[in-house]
């Protein structure tokens, strides 16, 4: 159906209650709904259809103008250190697991360096996946220094011959002022382990994060330099629209989507399928 | 503040009389932003503001030397009325060993408030029960038995069927003379079916006294959804606010409220087994509101 101008209005709230609950927050829905607007003008005939094609649009251009990392084009000398950061419960541990399946059955020898040492049980959980996929395991006591331990796995990484070390952290969250100096200390004393490690740092958001995202974002960002998130839990109903903001503010590419439990469950980052999803 | 932007626009209507309509939607627009920025669901943002808007229309407010700060008093007052009245957390009732069991998405905060929970009953003199029936989770078991042996509470459970498992520990607890008994169960989505059966064949097996939602307080626009289908199958007698001791506005805590009617009964303050606090709705109502 064409519009006439109350339909018009009725399509633009449409949208935005659409957008909104995707997470993408009220900025990014805003300019998406500004964009439509000028769609409108020049095509004031528009059907539904029609605008999803320029919301898509929008939004695939959001996520593709970020720039690639500095990691995807210069490749380091091994092993490659990978540290996955973010706030309590997101998936980190679970993501490492299947990052680490994804490169073992790439024919890569892994090892993890099990550095959340605060929370219960958090080395046997990552012990556990390291034997699911075939991986190394780099740990020490509980309550052993994180920066130890990350230290120590990245200096066996070299010392034995590992193409890839991903190492573990503990939740935390971002207004923790101690515990963004803990990670501070870790990636200092990772670099020191080996020259210009770690050469990926990987944000973990869970896909039902809301606005606070940006802010979680933006201090570990500015603490540490994020080179890419991984949005987990995408199997769920949450879309994740939070990257989109991400995107636009702060520049944060995504590398990965976390879509379930199991060591297969990871999928590489690919805007038009994501905003499909989003949009669907 | 929510209160100042408010003055700002309401000001205008200062001196004119008669009440503007088109301000006091001005107004409401701000409020409207205000809410969706603390990750307060669309739908109950909607339908919210419509509930203040005759409110914000009343002759008090024209009266008032500050208009805006009179209208975010009554939006505080509403919110605070919405997000319900402190009550007693727990309700003991009975000689059988009272049931309390969590639910919730992945990594919401479940294992941790488990614990937390039993050391808040412990405090209060009660011999309490932990039961491990996440059978899925790597080392979940040993999260929560190295967790409960920090507390010095007994814990049950480890492999199996969760069901099976959560059976036991209620017979357990009777003949042992437990006052209660904390069901931890696996992180699922709302959408699998087979998990949220799993939680409707426990319930019918154990029937908890309080069948609780844990829920992340950061969580945005989806808290709804989650915690509908979670009502529909538990019916919902409390909800449990965790990762709150951020910066998160928290708006998620109205849009569980408002969709499921059940009780914010706790929030999570932190990591440590002692951060659970009741809840406070004035507290929530002004971060919300920021
Ligand atoms: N459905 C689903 N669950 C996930 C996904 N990723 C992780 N999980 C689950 O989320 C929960 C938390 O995962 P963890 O890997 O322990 O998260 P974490 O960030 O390491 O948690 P902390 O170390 O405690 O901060 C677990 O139950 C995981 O199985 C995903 O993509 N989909
Ligand atoms: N900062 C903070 N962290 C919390 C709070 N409650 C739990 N956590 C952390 O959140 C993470 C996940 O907690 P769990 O207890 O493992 O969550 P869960 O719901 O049992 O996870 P699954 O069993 O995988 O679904 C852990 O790192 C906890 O320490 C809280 O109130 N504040
Ligand atoms: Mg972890
Ligand atoms: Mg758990």
Redesign the pocket.
């Given at each position: 159906r064409s519009s006439s101008a109350e339909n018009r209005q009725e399509l633009l709230d449409e949208l935005e209650e659409l957008l909104i609950q995707a997470d993408v927050g009220i900025q990014t829905a805003g300019i998406i709904r500004d964009d439509v607007s000028a769609y409108f003008a020049v095509h004031p005939g528009a059907t539904w259809d029609d605008v999803l094609g320029i919301v898509r649009a929008s939004m695939v251009r959001m996520l593709s103008a970020v720039p690639p990392a500095e990691a995807a084009i210069l490749p380091p000398i091994p092993p490659e250190v990978v540290l996955v950061i973010g706030v309590?419960?997101g998936g980190k541990t679970t993501t490492i697991g299947k990052l680490a399946y994804r490169h073992v059955q790439a024919g890569r020898r892994v090892l993890l360096g099990a550095a959340d040492t605060f929370?219960a049980a958090a080395v046997e959980q990552l012990a556990i996946w390291a034997d699911r996929v075939g991986a190394d395991l780099l740990a020490q006591k509980s309550g052993a220094d994180p920066a130890s331990v990350a230290f120590d796995a990245v200096a066996a990484g070299r010392s034995r011959g590992n193409d890839v070390v991903i190492l573990d952290t503990a939740?935390r969250?971002h207004t923790k002022v101690n515990l963004m100096q803990e990670l501070l200390k870790i990636q200092r004393v990772v670099g020191k382990a080996h020259e210009g490690a770690p050469h990926e740092v990987l944000l973990v958001v869970d896909a039902t994060m809301g606005q606070n995202a940006i802010a979680q974002a933006r201090q570990f960002h500015q603490s540490l330099g994020i080179t890419g998130i991984v949005v987990s839990k995408l199997d769920g109903t949450a879309k994740g629209g939070v990257v989109l903001p991400l995107a636009r503010e702060l520049g944060l590419p995504v590398r990965w989507l976390g879509v379930g439990e199991g060591l297969d469950d990871l999928e590489p980052f690919e805007a038009g399928a994501f905003v499909d999803a989003l949009l669907s | 503040s929510l209160a100042a932007k408010l003055d700002g626009i309401l000001k205008k209507l200062q001196g004119h009389g008669k009440l503007d309509e088109r301000t006091v939607d001005e107004a409401l627009r701000e409020l409207r932003l205000a809410l969706l920025e603390a990750d307060v669901n669309y739908r109950v943002v909607k339908d919210f503001v419509a509930s203040i808007r005759p409110k914000a229309l009343s002759e008090q407010v024209l009266a008032s030397i500050t208009p805006g700060h009179q209208v975010a008093w009554i939006v505080h007052q509403e919110m605070v009325r919405l997000l319900g009245g402190e009550s007693a957390p727990i309700h003991w009732s009975g000689i059988d060993p009272m049931v309390i069991m969590l639910a919730?998405l992945?990594?919401?905060?479940?294992?941790?408030?488990a614990a937390k929970l039993a050391l808040l009953l412990k405090r209060q003199q009660r011999r309490v029960l932990l039961v491990a029936a996440?059978v899925y989770?790597p080392a979940?078991v040993a999260?929560l038995r190295t967790l409960s042996s920090q507390i010095g509470v007994d814990c049950d459970g480890g492999e199996g069927d969760p069901v099976a498992i959560c059976s036991a520990a209620a017979v357990r607890a009777r003949r042992e003379v437990y006052d209660a008994v904390v069901l931890d169960t696996?992180?699922r989505l709302h959408i699998d079916s087979e998990m949220m059966e799993e939680l409707a064949r426990i319930v019918a097996a154990v029937s908890p006294k309080e069948r609780l939602l844990?829920a992340d307080g950061m969580t945005g626009q989806d808290a709804v959804k989650t915690a509908q289908e979670f009502h529909a199958t538990l019916s919902l007698t409390g909800i449990i606010l965790?990762?709150?001791?951020g910066d998160a506005r928290g708006g998620a805590a109205l849009s569980v409220r408002a969709v499921t009617g059940a009780p914010i009964k706790f929030v999570?303050?932190?990591?440590k087994l002692q951060?659970l606090e009741p809840f406070h709705p004035s507290r929530i109502a002004s971060r919300i509101l920021g």
């Open positions: 309590n419960g929370r939740g969250l | 919730g992945q990594g919401s905060g479940k294992t941790t408030t996440d989770r979940a999260q696996a992180g844990v965790t990762k709150l001791d999570g303050v932190g990591e951060d």
